[in-house]
C-alpha cells in the first residue's frame, strides 16, 4: 500500500498530476479538482498523501495535500455505493470543511452538486457518515472561532431548524455546538442554542 509520494511535481491536463520520486519513476496521481496541490508549478518539490485502489483490471492512486482530505476521502468510498470516482467528485464538489458540514446537517441538496451523484446516494452518505464525522476534529471557519460538528440526530435536527429560521449553516452549526449537554431533545437544542445567538 502506497500511503504517500514524494517527488517532483508535474501537472497533467486531464485530473491527475505526476510525481517523479528520486528513484527517476513517475507516479500518476489523480487529485481533486479543487485541491492546493494545484497551486504548485512544474518542477516544485512536492509530498501527496495517497490512497491506492486495487482493482481487477486496475491500480489507481488518488491523492490529497493532507492526511486529513486523505482520511475524508477514504471515510466516503467505505459507504455504499460511493466508489473512488465518486468519492473524488465528491471531493471535488465540496471543499473538506463543507463536506462535513453538510453531513452533519443533513445538506444532501450540496453533496448532490457532484457531477454522477444523486440525491439517494447523497443521503445514503449522510446516513452512513453522520456519526463518523464527528471522530475529525472541531472545524475551523475562516477566521472564526473553532464549530463543533453536531453528531446526534436531535442536534442535526436543531441544526436544520435554526436555519429554516433563516440563521446560516455556520451559525446555526456553532451555536448548537456550543450546548454542553448531551441527551437533549431537539427543542432543548434549540433553545440553548438560540441563547448562544444573542
Given at each position: 500500500m502506497i500511503r504517500f509520494i514524494k517527488g517532483i511535481f508535474h501537472p497533467s491536463p486531464d485530473g491527475s498530476v505526476i510525481?517523479?520520486?528520486?528513484?527517476?519513476?513517475?507516479?500518476?496521481?489523480?487529485?481533486?479538482?479543487?485541491?492546493?496541490?494545484?497551486?504548485?508549478?512544474?518542477?516544485?518539490?512536492?509530498?501527496?498523501?495517497?490512497?491506492?485502489?486495487?482493482?481487477?483490471?486496475?491500480?489507481?492512486?488518488?491523492?490529497?495535500?493532507?492526511?486529513?482530505?486523505?482520511?475524508?476521502?477514504?471515510?466516503?468510498?467505505?459507504?455504499?455505493?460511493?466508489?473512488?470516482?465518486?468519492?473524488?467528485?465528491?471531493?471535488?464538489?465540496?471543499?473538506?470543511?463543507?463536506?462535513?458540514?453538510?453531513?452533519?446537517?443533513?445538506?444532501?441538496k450540496a453533496i448532490a452538486t457532484a457531477n454522477g451523484v444523486g440525491k439517494k446516494t447523497a443521503e445514503r452518505i449522510i446516513l452512513e457518515l453522520k456519526d463518523k464525522v464527528g471522530s475529525f476534529e472541531s472545524l475551523t471557519d475562516q477566521g472564526t472561532e473553532e464549530v463543533f460538528v453536531p453528531v446526534s440526530d436531535e442536534r442535526s435536527e436543531a441544526v436544520a431548524a435554526l436555519i429554516a429560521l433563516g440563521y446560516t449553516k455556520n451559525e446555526a452549526a456553532s451555536a448548537v455546538g456550543k450546548v454542553q449537554a448531551e441527551g437533549l431533545t431537539c427543542e432543548a437544542y434549540i433553545k440553548q442554542a438560540l441563547k448562544n445567538l444573542f
Amino acid at each position: 500500500m502506497i500511503r504517500f509520494i514524494k517527488g517532483i511535481f508535474h501537472p497533467s491536463p486531464d485530473g491527475s498530476v505526476i510525481v517523479e520520486t528520486a528513484s527517476g519513476m513517475g507516479f500518476s496521481v489523480s487529485i481533486p479538482a479543487n485541491s492546493v496541490l494545484y497551486k504548485h508549478v512544474e518542477g516544485d518539490e512536492v509530498k501527496i498523501y495517497t490512497s491506492m485502489i486495487v482493482k481487477e483490471d486496475d491500480v489507481s492512486l488518488y491523492g490529497f495535500a493532507d492526511k486529513e482530505n486523505l482520511e475524508l476521502f477514504e471515510l466516503l468510498i467505505t459507504v455504499n455505493g460511493v466508489g473512488a470516482k465518486a468519492g473524488m467528485a465528491i471531493m471535488s464538489a465540496l471543499p473538506p470543511l463543507e463536506l462535513k458540514r453538510a453531513v452533519a446537517t443533513g445538506d444532501a441538496k450540496a453533496i448532490a452538486t457532484a457531477n454522477g451523484v444523486g440525491k439517494k446516494t447523497a443521503e445514503r452518505i449522510i446516513l452512513e457518515l453522520k456519526d463518523k464525522v464527528g471522530s475529525f476534529e472541531s472545524l475551523t471557519d475562516q477566521g472564526t472561532e473553532e464549530v463543533f460538528v453536531p453528531v446526534s440526530d436531535e442536534r442535526s435536527e436543531a441544526v436544520a431548524a435554526l436555519i429554516a429560521l433563516g440563521y446560516t449553516k455556520n451559525e446555526a452549526a456553532s451555536a448548537v455546538g456550543k450546548v454542553q449537554a448531551e441527551g437533549l431533545t431537539c427543542e432543548a437544542y434549540i433553545k440553548q442554542a438560540l441563547k448562544n445567538l444573542f
